[in-house]
């Protein structure tokens, strides 16, 4: 079954919904080893505020660029607008559960919707058809998902875990 098809998005969308709200509970309630802020320094809100806007102009803009180019391919259509749905459900997400649990929470939904996002790229290579130029593009927009994946795991994540060693130094 194709990660695009609706009842594959409507789940995913539900699971990580239900698993956001569990983690803002739980962190409040301090039973996971989280912390409710995000404990960036100066430095990487530098660079997040920098990532945000590549992160739009790859991730959102690059993608309407291509939905523009192949508008009249009915399964290029259902694919980019399936892409950018769920853009759009993980920023009302993060918005959303960030102001009313914890803003950490933002990190694992990152986490989880970007190797969603992955996946739907990946089945879209069996999807779309392309042009050198959009295959170019449509490479450039997985590249930046791959990227944001290393940049959770390597920047985001350390900075909301806590470890057991300062667990137990409190």
Do not use: C, H
Not at 62 to 89: C, E, H
Not at 100 to 118: C, E
Not at 134 to 157: E, H, K, P, Q, R
């Amino acid at each position: 079954m194709a990660v695009n098809n609706p009842l594959i998005l409507t789940l995913f969308v539900l699971v990580i919904t239900l698993l956001a709200l569990a983690y803002g509970f739980s962190v409040k309630a301090q039973r996971l080893p989280f912390t409710a802020e995000i404990g960036f320094n100066e430095k990487q809100w530098q660079f997040l505020r920098w990532w945000v806007k590549l992160a739009l102009v790859l991730g959102v803009l690059l993608p309407m660029g291509l939905l523009a180019v192949d508008w009249k391919q009915p399964s290029s259509w259902i694919f980019w607008v399936n892409y950018l749905s769920i853009v759009v459900v993980q920023l009302i997400s993060e918005r959303v559960f960030s102001r009313w649990l914890v803003p950490s929470v933002v990190v694992p939904i990152g986490f989880f919707y970007t190797a969603f996002r992955l996946w739907q790229l990946l089945d879209g290579l069996t999807q779309l058809t392309f042009s050198y130029l959009t295959l170019a593009s449509f490479s450039i927009v997985v590249l930046f998902w791959v990227a944001n994946l290393v940049m959770l795991m390597v920047m985001a994540i350390p900075t909301i875990f806590v470890n057991s060693e300062s667990i137990s130094q409190s």
